[in-house]
């Protein structure tokens, strides 16, 4: 019979020597090392980074918490440590670290404590939390005379403190040899930023009969340390910030796996859903924590870079956006065994995304064609999460001939063997996509694009523009938005006449619809310099 999982917490204190650039540091640790740990759901919980300004004390502070201690002695944990990038290991050999691994014994939390992963940015930022190590003496009753103290007296005192939100127990892990002769009791105490810390409450908690009976006979040393929250992880790298504090040399970096490349201005990682599907994205533009964020949702069939042409733009116009595209499902491979995505499947992929990136509202949604579909149905679906959205060259709904459509498309890039078969669907494709005025260039770079897609991952992909309708929903819609078309996507501007007849039904009082010239199917690729006049007022 297995045993019950010990749930404890991963505890490193690091203090960066002289010499090491303190963005680096930073750098690593919030785009390396923590998101590769947060990567890893089924052993961590959450992540987050301190810092003191106490020079006597290690300068900052990580907790994880970890589901079950017993699982940072397993291969998934411990290869992590064993095969460290060039780069980590030259980054920790700079820096004084302290590991300790600990068993929860008992919580006690608020009535209005939040997990701080669950908090935004701004709300998680400045959470106080004391850390207290306290060694015991050698007597034998010591261990149960301290957790009684502690359980019974210390944590409901310290809950009377103005801005208490928790206090956690732990002991030193049952993992370590020799752990129950040296046992050491280890607590956190996490407050709000503005609380009664050194007040008459908290000092009343230390000052008791019962402490000083327990202190005088039964604990032999006692650390205590005052951090304040200032990143909370989340399995993306995101951290933008420091890096554009680096020189150039220094901010470029590619992790040995792949997972990971930094470049001066951008992040490319790659996150991993519930199902098993790998997101590879991009996130580049202003580096600020704090800056708005435009997202993007491709069409089908392609990559992020078909947003390239725009995207230059935008960043040379709008130097006060964070930007993020990223390829979705469809582009690579697909978990196995493969399953029908659907148009919810493909808004939950987006929302994973966000999620994973810590983004708790985009300044702006935009998208095309399959992309455009799941801009409104993210914008329906979570409109708390989405200020204004873009969509582009899509239906509002799905018809029988549309999926007859993608069947026939299917079987079109499973013939011929091999690569030959999707690159017949490629041809055919942006043939019909694009207008004919389409510069030859920009003709060859999408058919490139579309002929790399991976078949199986376009076959259980595109079922997602099979049997949806937007339309009921279309009403409740409380997102401002905004249609865009090229005025030849379909025969004679067929969906530019379908958007015309369903625009007036999103929202109360409908959105508008802008027409591209001289483009087609994807507007941002054939006439980025026209998509952009027809948008530039509204993102």
Not at 474 to 486: E, T
Request: glycine residues 8%; negative net charge; proline residues 7%.
């Amino acid at each position: 019979m297995a045993s019950s999982p010990t749930p404890g917490i991963l505890y490193v204190t690091m203090q960066p020597r002289p010499g090491l650039n303190l963005a680096q540091f930073h750098e690593w640790y919030n785009n390396e090392h923590g998101p590769t740990r947060l990567a890893i759901p089924s052993i961590f919980a959450n992540g987050f980074r301190y810092r003191t300004f106490d020079a006597d004390a290690p300068g900052f502070m990580a907790v994880y918490d970890v589901h079950d201690t017993a699982l940072l002695e397993t291969p998934t944990y411990t290869r992590l440590r064993a095969n460290r990038s060039p780069r980590e290991a030259a980054t920790i050999a700079q820096v004084d670290v302290k590991r300790f691994f600990y068993d929860l014994l008992h919580t006690k939390e608020s009535a209005s404590c939040r997990p701080a992963e669950s908090l935004s940015d701004d709300d998680a930022a400045g959470i106080v939390t004391v850390a207290v190590e306290i060694s015991l003496t050698a007597e034998d009753e010591a261990a149960e005379a301290y957790q009684s103290w502690y359980i019974e007296e210390h944590a409901e005192m310290l809950a009377q403190v103005p801005g208490w939100l928790r206090s956690r127990l732990f002991r030193t892990s049952s993992l370590l040899e020799g752990a129950e002769k040296t046992a050491v009791f280890f607590c956190l105490h996490d407050y709000a930023p503005a609380n009664g810390l050194g007040g008459p409450a908290h000092k009343a908690s230390m000052d008791t009969p019962r402490r000083t009976a327990v202190f005088d006979r039964y604990v032999a040393a006692k650390g205590r340390q005052t951090y304040s929250l200032f990143y909370v992880f989340g399995p993306a790298p995101r951290d933008l910030d420091s890096l554009s504090q680096l020189p150039p040399a220094s901010a470029s970096f590619s992790s040995p796996d792949g997972a990971l490349t930094t470049a001066p201005g951008s992040i490319t990682s790659r996150i991993t859903t519930a199902d098993g599907l790998v997101i590879p994205y991009r996130l580049e533009g202003n580096p600020a924590p704090t800056a708005p964020v435009v997202a993007f949702c491709n069409s089908l069939l392609t990559s992020y870079a078909m947003w390239d042409p725009l995207v230059a733009i935008l960043a040379a116009q709008r130097p006060d956006l964070r930007i993020l595209r990223y390829d979705t499902r469809g582009r690579h491979a697909v978990p196995q065994p493969p399953a029908a995505a659907r148009l919810a499947t493909v808004t939950s992929d987006l929302d994973a995304l966000l999620s994973a990136l810590r983004i708790d509202e985009l300044a702006c949604l935009v998208g095309v064609s399959m992309g455009g579909a799941t801009t409104l149905s993210y914008a329906l679906a979570h409109p708390s999460r989405v200020a204004r959205f873009i969509a582009a060259d899509f239906n509002g709904t799905s018809s029988a001939a549309n999926t007859q459509a993608w069947k026939d498309r299917i079987e079109v890039a499973r013939g011929e063997g091999g690569a030959a078969g999707i690159r017949t669907l490629a041809a055919q494709t942006v043939e019909r996509w694009f207008h004919e005025e389409t510069p030859a260039q920009t003709v060859a770079w999408m058919t490139d694009m579309v002929a790399a897609n991976d078949v199986e991952g376009f076959a259980h992909s595109c079922t997602a523009l099979w049997d949806y309708d937007l339309k009921p929903a279309m009403p409740s819609c409380s997102v401002p938005g905004l249609l865009v078309a090229g005025e030849a996507d379909g025969k004679g501007g067929a969906l530019v006449k379908a958007m015309e007849g369903f625009r007036g039904l999103v929202g109360e009082a409908g959105v508008e619809l802008r027409v591209v010239p001289k483009a087609g199917h994807l507007p941002m690729c054939e006439n980025p310099e026209g998509f952009w006049e027809a948008i530039q007022d509204f993102i």
